[in-house]
């Protein structure tokens, strides 16, 4: 089988969470994702975990199991694994690989026994708890195809987009069963406000067709990022949440503002720093009577 591609089921942030089942028959091999040699007091261990359906499991054919660096953690419940196994099946045959954001809180404690003798025997129980960040299964996914050259802003609070109800007839394409799903939505800069008082405005778009609009209020805090982009040849994608009826379809952005993204994140789209692009550097302050530097030497960043 071709090695797959890990993709990140999409969800609202940190929310919703989901119990794992069956770590404590996995104690041992749990122990050694711990580097320390004690948990007094317990300690939580933020991770990635892949989830990976067995259709071939001899215990359960809709067996989900969560692994975390190759090391199997436990299970999605039966009635929740019944719901999402074809749904991760179908990313597997797509070529991709479903991760979730993971946490598993370990602790130890003392316990003690008493051998044939009768003598007190003290040894060290390890237990542990996992949970994984994950949506209703019909909502880890979106439901269409991510744009081409694309960078996809981090999750960030929801913000209802404005005007939907002059795009109905675009909407009510991505309505499902369930009335709501994710979508790949891209962002882009337009003029708006009025003719004495124009603004910028960012439009939202899903495959392409208009779907929205932010206020310029909102608008504010994202047109600093699309700009960056565009800078350097990429379009900016968002998720979106698409909810209602054939009555009435809203779009709700769950998008980090530009003040909110991460020095990692912007290196990583923007490749602040590289090819000439524009980055801060320090700048040397010698005290009085010093030399000054060389002007060819820059101070180092770290």
């Known amino acids: 089988m071709p090695e797959l591609t890990p993709f990140q089921l999409w969800s609202q942030g940190a929310w919703p969470t989901r119990e794992v089942v069956g770590e404590a028959y996995r104690r041992d091999s749990i122990r050694t994702l711990f580097p320390s040699r004690r948990l007094s007091g317990g300690h939580d261990l933020d991770k990635t975990a892949r989830l990976v359906p067995e259709p071939r499991n001899p215990h359960d054919a809709n067996a989900v199991a969560v692994v975390v660096d190759n090391v199997l953690v436990g299970y999605l419940a039966r009635d929740e694994a019944a719901k999402y196994q074809r749904v991760l099946l179908d990313l597997n045959r797509a070529g991709l690989d479903a991760t979730v ?63 939907e109800e002059d795009h109905q007839d675009v909407l009510r394409r991505y309505l499902n069963a369930n009335g709501e799903c994710w979508a790949y939505a891209t ?11 124009p603004k910028q405005v960012v439009e939202l778009r899903i495959d392409g067709a208009r779907v ?9 805090h994202y047109v600093a990022t699309i700009d960056a982009l565009r800078a350097v040849g990429k379009t900016t994608a968002a998720q979106v949440i698409v909810k209602g009826n054939t009555i009435k379809v809203e779009v709700v952005l769950f998008a ?17 720093g590289e090819n000439g692009a524009p980055t801060e550097r320090g700048q040397f302050n010698p005290a009085p009577g010093w030399p000054a530097p060389p002007a060819d030497v820059a101070p180092d960043d770290a």
Do not use: M
């Open 101 to 163: 954001p993971c946490t598993i809180h370990g602790y130890e404690y003392e316990e003690t026994d008493y051998d044939r003798r009768g003598r007190p025997v003290t040894s060290i129980t390890f237990q542990a708890q996992a949970r994984i960040v994950l949506d209703e299964w019909y909502r880890c996914r979106p439901v269409n195809a991510a744009p081409a050259n694309h960078a996809l802003l981090p999750v960030g609070a929801a913000l209802q987009v404005q005007k």
């Open 187 to 197: 962002l882009h800069v337009i003029e708006g406000g009025t003719p004495k008082a």
């Open 212 to 220: 929205g609009q932010l206020t310029p209020a909102s608008s504010a």
């Open 256 to 272: 980090a503002r530009a003040h909110d993204l991460g020095d990692a994140w912007v290196r990583e789209h923007t490749r602040a």
